[in-house]
């Protein structure tokens, strides 16, 4: 499976820095993705750039182990460092063409979009692979208005979920296994979150509550019918819950 269609099959992206005061790092990573974690992107605007490029190598190592993928948030060099499969870009973050200058020719990237001007030039940009839409409840430090659940609802109506020809998109924003319902019943079939699973308890158990959900919603869809197959042209690969890529040697 592709990097395209491992984006497309992704249901769950975690937000997380490189917990740097749990000190848990490796454990963390590897149960998150044990529990369902389909993509997680790391992104720490508070630790070293020596400490944040230790834990990359880290996550890239036990991704691939697993068969899933990390993102690098918001550092076009670093994850050019590290040879990134994604690279994600807030919405200041600059051009993607620029960005793209210290990828891999393989890179996708992807981008935050917090308005309707924002979506429809980000779905229309070739550059960018997949979209953060939202904040849908919450962001932190925010000033600005939260364009919330309508947001949602123009971007599955402009990027159908289950439309092969679709730019994949992720709803992010407060969002947790309380509200989620109200996320799936605004058009989105795919979340990115951070504290729902970084702050609970058990971020495995949060993980897997969330992973189930979603999986049920989509096959509970009926637009999802022959999604999969589409993605992949193989109807031996129809199926929901993502056959692993093969893993990929690191440097």
Known sequence: M??????????????TDIRAEEGDWPAFVASVLDAGV??????????????????????????????????????????????????????????????REHLPSTSLVGRSVHSPAQLAEAAADPGVSYLFVGPVFSAPGRAREIPGLDLVREAAAL???????????????GITLDNLDQVLAAGAKRIAV??????????????RALSE???????????????????????????FRVPPPPARPRA
Request: net charge positive; hydrophobic share 50%; aromatic share 6%.
């Open 194 to 207: 951070s504290a729902a699973i970084t702050r609970a308890d058990d971020p495995a158990a949060a993980t």
């Open 38 to 99: 389909d993509l997680i992107q790391v992104r720490d605007l508070v630790a070293s750039r020596r400490d944040r490029l230790a834990a990359l190598k880290v996550a890239i190592a036990i991704a691939a182990d697993r068969r899933r993928a990390v993102v690098v948030g918001a550092d076009a060099a670093l994850a050019g460092v590290v040879g990134a499969d994604y690279l994600h870009l807030g919405a200041a973050d600059g051009p993607v063409a620029v960005n």
């Open 2 to 15: 592709g990097l395209r269609e491992r984006l497309a099959l992704a249901r769950l992206q975690l937000i």
């Open 213 to 239: 959900r979603l999986r049920h919603a989509w096959e509970a869809d009926p637009a999802s019918a022959g999604f999969a197959r589409d993605v992949f042209g193989d109807p031996q690969n129809a199926t």
């Open 159 to 173: 990027l159908p979920p289950f439309s092969a020809g679709s730019r994949p998109w992720f709803a992010v924003g």
